[in-house]
């Protein structure tokens, strides 16, 4: 898709598949219907309206949360009208401890994250490379996780995926 400058995800459409627009070099101008409920693994990833984004937090469709740009260890999204977290948005391209040329380049320092109630779904990857999550809590209503959504442990780290993730309330997953 090299040629693509431009989408409109039309009304009706309710998932944006994994890696559908990833790498279309001039992809600058989307437009994504208020009836998308999730963006899965990279849909986005290496597009200029993706990279460019310099919002706190890209939420699109339907509260889907696809990219995360804020800085802090603790990172508080109750208040956030989120309703699913797209695959890859806290995803960090971080490789074999180089620091990340692409994605949340925060990614290795987070530490806790509250989610909001109204989440119910957890996209591919999306905490993957996230190497010092300790904590998250995962909300009641949260029915879907896709695959390797919590892909954090490193091989001869320190960590070594020590997250606490706590899937208590989840009674409908």
Known sequence: CAMLRSITIPEGVETIGALVFFDCTRLSDVVIADTV???DYAAFNFTPWYQENDEEYLIVGD???IKCAV????IDLADKPIKAIGGTAFWNAENEGEAAEYGYKYASELETLVLPETVTAIGTSAFAGCFNLKKIVLPAGVTTIGNNAFNIYIEDSETNGVANIDFTQCVNL
């Open 37 to 39: 409920t999730m963006v």
């Open 63 to 65: 509260g889907v949360l």
């Open 71 to 74: 800085h802090p260890n603790f």
